[in-house]
């Protein structure tokens, strides 16, 4: 009789490759990803053990998009935020710094905080009192000296600090391994893209973050995010067809006939990228506010000619984080196991808009995205769907096909963008994707990762 | 916190002043009005509802935040910031066209739905110049299910501004206010009416 855990390694039969000490799972996670035919296998969606090793492969390694600076700009404003799965607090403290720390009480494990946001001077336990402050120092509790009567440093019992904390125009993230190159040089090439929205104004965050949950696996809304430009004209279609304007202040509809219009495809090391499409200037609404930006010369001057044409890109920083470059959302889509994600949905402004331009990009953007979006209503149907038909045991040796132009991605190096494809429609940053994933999950730490991980090269 | 001691039965709301005969037929003419549009609702008669709605129509869902008992009043997205529903009649306009294109895959095959509305109180009675219009708050709960097996509960409160021209006997909705009670929402979407 086996086990019923036996059971489930037989299933995962995951040949060669080094023992992960957590699942005793043998691995090499190349084999789930087949570059030359354009094949994914299916268990990478539903795979508890495969999810359990992602969480420390994945979301312990990358950096992490936590919050915008403008969210936080006193001394003592906080946000309860998600690494992955772990609750961090990200505070300001009083010299200004950014503090990210483990919301987990060295006493006893509780939350030390369980607002959302606010401003505070301390986060106490709510179960002893243990008391830290806004750098996470412990600073005390009840009758502290006379209960514990042998001492207690408190130098050493402060909230766990996440080691590494950075920003990149305005937007902070953090990283739970120390060995991980700096955030610059985990985004790399990845910055060109995302200031293709950040580079639109002076960008803060909206108050009000729309959260929701659904039955879906992280990546399938990532390869959403990095490049699936195919879905647009079915998956949306009835919002198309129902007169819903993206919120770009431009009439691009040429979707509705191809998908494949003009535009190009990017990808960056580590796993990022982002597909753009490019807008003619008879397709934008030059009268529309949400179009002002583009008749703003220094904004112009810092894009250049080449991304001054984009109409919008749809990114992904790499692990779940998709930026859209028109109606200007922060998207963090956070695992809450293999089958299931919470969505927070952040809305960007500029700050120096007048208050009426303000309204419209909001509204465009509340119309848009989140659980009643035009759009994204049917994303969430769609990606539920996907995931409960990767857990079909049936179809498990079925590959899923991601063989659009599969081979016909060719780089273009020239003086006009970091390596690209100038393809708008196709497969090639989806794949590339979980060819990256397949990496994080293979390599045993950074270091081996950072000598073993793909660059874009010759084809896709 | 106030002396309890000090506290008078006679608080707002609790006692209220003698209610008339007009009071009691206009507080059932507005319930009887609410249940009418849950049922067009819950037969999906979405045509029909469009029809209630006032020409400057709002209608909106704010996001929502956990925050500490002394921020209470931070609760809620404030106007022109996150929100769920942020809508004027165009908009629902293209939300119903949505649903008829035969290509709305978050309503086809469709939702079953039953929206519950209770707790129903006039809060404010205005008569203007050629209309009447009563601010009234409800609770409401709407059961989805959806497929074979998945169900949604949302729960919550709202604030309806509902107005009369004087002489015509059908109340329009000129404002909604949805109050959630979910913060991070359990469903995977919002594809139904509040």
């Not at chain 1, 609404?285 to 984009?310: C, H, T």
């Amino acid at each position: 009789m086996l086990t019923s855990l036996e059971i489930r390694r037989r299933r995962v039969k995951l040949a060669g490759g080094g023992m992960d000490t957590h699942t005793g799972l043998r691995h090499d996670f190349g084999q789930f990803v087949d570059m030359a035919r354009g094949l994914v296998n299916r268990r990478i969606f539903s795979d508890e053990d495969i999810y359990r090793l992602e969480l420390e492969r994945i979301f312990g390694r990358c950096w992490l998009y936590l919050a915008h600076e403008s969210e936080l700009p006193e001394p003592g404003d906080y946000v309860n935020v998600t690494m992955g799965v772990e609750s961090v607090l990200v505070c300001r403290d009083e010299d200004g710094k950014i503090n990210v720390l483990l919301n987990n009480c060295r006493h006893r494990a509780n939350s030390v905080c369980r607002a959302d946001r606010g401003n505070a001077k301390s986060f106490v336990c709510p179960y002893h009192g243990w008391t830290y402050d806004t750098k996470g120092q412990l600073v005390g509790g009840p009758a502290f000296h006379e209960v514990y009567v042998t001492g207690l440093d408190r130098e050493k019992w402060g909230l766990v600090r996440v080691p590494q904390v950075g920003t990149y125009g305005g937007l902070i993230f953090a990283c739970l391994d120390p060995e991980a190159p700096s955030l610059d040089d985990f985004l790399g090439d990845m910055r060109w893209g995302l200031d293709l929205l950040l580079a639109q104004g002076e960008l803060v965050a909206v108050p009000g973050i729309v959260r929701w949950t659904m039955e879906a696996n992280w990546k399938f809304t990532s390869d959403n995010a990095i490049g699936d430009m195919y879905h647009g004209i079915w998956s949306h279609r009835s919002a198309i067809l129902a007169g819903h304007a993206a919120g770009t202040g431009t009439a691009v509809n040429r979707v509705m006939r191809s998908p494949q219009g003009p535009g190009f495809t990017f990808v960056g090391e580590y796993g990022h990228g982002f597909t753009a499409n490019f807008v003619k200037p008879e397709e934008v609404n030059w009268n529309s506010p949400l179009a002002a930006w583009r008749k703003n010369p220094s904004v112009q001057q810092r894009l250049g000619e080449f991304r001054g044409k984009v109409n919008r890109a749809n990114m992904l920083v790499f692990p779940n984080l998709f930026v859209n470059s028109g109606s200007r959302e922060l998207m963090l889509r956070n695992p809450l196991g293999p089958r299931r994600i919470e969505i927070w949905k952040t809305v960007l402004v500029d700050r120096n808009a007048p208050p009426e331009t303000r309204r419209q990009f909001v509204r465009a953007s509340n119309r848009h995205f989140g659980p009643a979006g035009m759009f994204e209503q049917d994303d969430g149907e769609n990606w539920a769907q996907s995931t409960l038909g990767t857990a079909s045991r049936a179809a498990e040796s079925y590959d899923l096909n991601y063989a659009m132009g599969v081979g016909a991605g060719e780089f273009v190096t020239d003086e006009k963008s970091p390596p690209r494809i100038d393809s708008l429609c196709n497969e090639h940053a989806q794949l590339w994707m979980y060819k990256c994933w397949a990496e994080y999950m293979d390599a045993a730490s950074w270091r081996e990762l950072k000598a073993n991980h793909s660059r874009p090269q010759g084809r896709l | 916190m106030r002396n309890l001691a000090d506290i008078k039965l006679r608080t707002e709301g609790w006692i209220a002043p003698a209610a008339t005969l007009e009071d009691v037929l206009l507080q059932h003419d507005i319930e009887q009005c609410l249940y009418h549009e849950a049922a067009l609702l819950d037969a999906r008669r979405f045509e029909d509802w469009y029809a209630l709605l006032a020409d400057d129509l709002e209608y909106w869902m704010p996001a929502r935040s956990t925050r500490s008992s002394e921020d209470m009043d931070e609760e809620f997205a404030k106007p022109g910031e996150g929100a769920l529903f942020d809508d004027t009649k165009q908009h629902m306009a293209e939300r119903i066209r949505k649903l008829f294109t035969g290509f709305a895959w978050a309503e086809d095959p469709p939702s079953r739905t039953r929206h519950l509305v209770n707790n129903v109180r006039i809060l404010e009675k205005t008569q203007s110049e050629g209309h009447l219009e009563v601010k009234i708050e409800c609770g409401f709960l709407i059961y989805r299910s959806r497929l074979a097996r998945d169900v949604d509960l949302w729960v919550g409160r709202r604030e309806d501004w509902l107005r009369k021209a004087d002489g015509d006997g059908a109340w329009l909705i000129a404002k909604r206010h949805i109050f959630i009670d979910q913060v991070s929402l359990s469903s995977q979407n919002l594809s139904v009416f509040f």
